[in-house]
């Protein structure tokens, strides 16, 4: 048996296109998945969408065994290597 998982940012954008009045949001979102501002810029994304039925709910994994490098987040530089704007 073939079993479909979709990305629960993606459905949720979908939800939002096809609805209008249900609250729409995952019940946490692991900030340890994505880096920070590409979550921050698709539950943007999402509430702009959703005329703003969006709710956010974030936490952190139980353990570091919970997270998983990808190509967003193995490129992280540390703060530390920041060059001042100004």
Not at 29 to 39: E, F, H, K, M
Not at 46 to 53: I, K, N, T
């Given at each position: ?27 946490v ?8 501002a ?49």
């Amino acid at each position: 048996m073939l079993e479909t998982t979709f990305e629960c940012w993606t459905a949720t954008a979908a939800l939002a296109r096809d609805t209008s009045r249900i609250r729409l949001g995952q019940m946490v979102t692991c900030n340890g998945y994505r880096n920070p501002a590409l979550l921050a810029k698709m539950a943007s994304t999402v509430d702009v969408l959703s005329h703003g039925r969006l709710d956010f709910g974030i936490g952190a994994a139980g353990t570091s065994t919970n997270t998983w490098p990808t190509a967003t987040t193995s490129r992280r530089r540390p703060a530390s290597g920041l060059r001042d704007a100004g």
